[in-house]
């Protein structure tokens, strides 16, 4: 497996075959016989479901709060565990379970926070079970770190795209605002703030957007593999209700998830988002409060 | 990502202890651990096809809940610990 990245083009021709096409009619019953009328891939129909579900499961959070929320996306979770078992493996199931992070990352970052602790250990509790949860999702499928794109490459690209990160970091904080992380003054204070924004934003957000999320999308939809990891990040920054914003992240994903196929590897992303993330919520505040 | 919803929930946060063990989101997020933590012991016990399977599916959902139980009962302790 180590050999062939599947952010990279696949060899095969995504999910269009008839076994395909077969386990969709058999998951989704009547919906799915009569789906099959229509010109889309079982992939894309499959995609396009799952889609609508955590659009709906979203805008039941931002409509009726947090517990709402919680329980959208825990049923949201429930949901896309019992299908992934029901497709079976293939790369159909790969992308149900790889989606599934979503809804479990919703569920962690509304149920998690509380007054008495400051912002940056939200960011920690929300990140180390969410890359928990990355890391048994890849036991689960017998993925290598090689097939999430934890492979090497060129400095030269990691600079470039860390540097362009860091640019980037500036219009992310003008467009997003101001987030005070609470993590006091002083030298200690400021290190595990960068600690936790380098690991738990620029590595955990990467590793599941670009890793886990665009490499199962690649092996169905091909190009459109970036395009499911932009549309995977822009919903879960839709909470922020700032069109501006949202189109700022969806650009950025765009690049991260060119870079992400162009090389197969995630680390000059993971790089350029820990730059912009460092940059935005770590220095400029302090710098331009 | 987490920013986005901290501005979403920064203001709907339970200010007291009381408050916060009364907290919906916990209460359904440990609801869900234990429907995941049942739902495991049964398919691990059962004699089904694919159990093995359907376990290591369910840990991607029991582990990271577990973790979070951990991270609640301790901002709970936390928020206790003072009014001793």
Do not use: C, K
């Not at chain 1, 075959?17 to 969709?24: G, M, Y």
């Not at chain 1, 019953?29 to 889609?51: F, K, M």
């Not at chain 1, 770190?145 to 860390?162: M, Q």
């Not at chain 2, 339970?14 to 997020?29: R, V």
Request: aromatic share 6%; glycine share 10%; no cysteine.
């Amino acid at each position: 497996m180590a050999d062939q990245s599947t952010l990279l083009p696949p060899v095969a021709a995504p999910g269009r075959s008839a076994s395909l096409d077969a386990r969709f009619r058999r998951t989704f019953g009547p919906l799915g016989r009569r789906l099959q009328g229509a010109s889309y891939s079982p992939a894309v129909r499959l995609i396009a479901a799952i889609g609508s579900w955590l659009v709906v499961a979203e805008a039941i959070t931002l409509a009726g709060g947090a517990a709402a929320g919680v329980f959208a996306h825990a049923i949201m979770l429930l949901l896309l565990l019992a299908l992934s078992l029901r497709l079976g493996p293939g790369s159909m199931q790969r992308l149900t379970l790889s989606v599934a992070v979503l809804p479990l990352v919703r569920v962690l970052s509304l149920a998690l926070p509380a007054a008495i602790v400051p912002i940056v250990y939200w960011y920690l509790e929300i990140g180390l079970a969410g890359i928990e949860g990355i890391l048994l999702v890849m036991r689960r499928l017998n993925l290598s770190p090689a097939d999430v794109g934890l492979r090497r490459t060129s400095i030269a690209e990691i600079a470039t795209v860390g540097a362009l990160g860091a640019i980037l970091g500036l219009p992310a904080y003008l467009i997003g605002g101001r987030v005070d992380l609470g993590h006091g003054g002083g030298l200690v204070g400021l290190a595990i703030a960068s600690a936790v924004v380098v690991v738990f934003v620029g590595f955990f957000e990467e590793l599941l957007f670009r890793g886990l999320i665009q490499s199962a999308g690649t092996v169905l939809f091909s190009r459109g593999g970036v395009l499911l990891s932009v549309g995977a990040t822009v919903l879960m920054y839709s909470a922020s209700l700032n069109p501006r914003y949202i189109i700022f992240v969806a650009l950025v994903a765009t690049f991260f998830g060119i870079v992400a196929r162009r090389s197969g590897s995630i680390v000059a992303p993971v790089a350029g988002h820990a730059a912009l993330a460092l940059v935005q919520l770590v220095v400029l505040p302090l710098v331009a409060p | 990502m987490t920013s986005t919803v901290s501005r979403f929930v920064i203001d709907t946060l339970p200010q007291t202890p009381g408050q916060a063990l009364a907290a919906a989101p916990a209460g359904i997020l440990v609801f869900l651990l234990l429907l995941v933590l049942v739902a495991r012991l049964l398919v691990g016990v059962a004699d089904v096809p694919r159990g093995r399977d359907a376990v290591r599916t369910l840990d991607v959902v029991a582990v990271p809940l577990f973790i979070a139980l951990a991270f609640i009962l301790s901002t709970r302790v936390l928020e206790i610990l003072p009014l001793g």
